[in-house]
């Protein structure tokens, strides 16, 4: 509950703060989606809205954030020309049914939500078998020391998201997916556009 305070005072700042360093990311992993005419895609953790410039119109969209302050943003926002529905919701425990989605994004939030692998779990089950889960954060590696960030962590976490996340142990606790690829962005591949697919279903 304590980010979810801290992300209602953030929310008239957030796009001035947020924007302008993270629309190229952002652009660079949206145009990893395939066609998605008529197919749904969920945005867990959809904040302001500021991906919607990047979203192919042709699809069908929910997006969910704990933070009533942060979606009255995002409804602000929806383009006329964008199908979203917006509601509050958890990432930790997403209101919807196992394999509804075709895609996952999850931008800027894998870091922020206190339990990561339960919100990569949460993507994992309502995607369906085969879907993808678009991932943008910044991760530690294994091993990586980085010692700035660790101790930046022990201020941030409280108020706005976590610096010492390390992706491959978050993955590790989601064994019906796997990585598609794994791609660097920016501050020297601390930030990076992940693309990770649920195993099929074999019959």
């Not at 958890?90 to 989605?101: C, E, S």
């Not at 556009?193 to 074999?202: L, Y």
Request: aromatic share 6%; glycine share 6%.
């Amino acid at each position: 509950m304590a980010l979810r305070h801290s992300y209602t005072l953030l929310a008239p700042l957030y796009d001035k703060l947020v924007t302008r360093g993270t629309a190229p990311m952002r652009q660079g992993s949206l145009a990893q989606l395939p066609d998605v005419t008529g197919k749904a895609i969920l945005l867990a953790g959809v904040g302001t809205g500021l991906d919607f410039p990047y979203l192919p119109r042709s699809a069908n969209y929910t997006g969910v954030d704990i933070t009533p302050a942060m979606l009255q943003r995002a409804t602000q926002a929806r383009p006329a020309d964008l199908n979203i529905a917006l509601q509050v919701g958890d990432v930790h425990q997403l209101p919807f049914a196992d394999n509804q989605f075709d895609h996952v994004i999850l931008h800027l939030i894998l870091a922020v939500a206190p339990d990561s692998p339960k919100t990569l779990q949460e993507a994992v089950r309502v995607v369906k078998p085969g879907g993808t889960i678009l991932i943008l954060d910044k991760f530690l590696r294994r091993g990586q020391l980085a010692l700035t960030r660790r101790l930046l962590n022990l201020l941030l976490q409280h108020i706005a998201t976590r610096t010492d996340v390390v992706f491959e142990d978050v993955l590790a606790q989601c064994p019906n997916a796997h990585v598609v690829s794994d791609t660097p962005t920016m501050a020297d591949g601390w930030f990076r556009r992940i693309v990770v697919q649920k195993s099929p279903v074999v019959s």
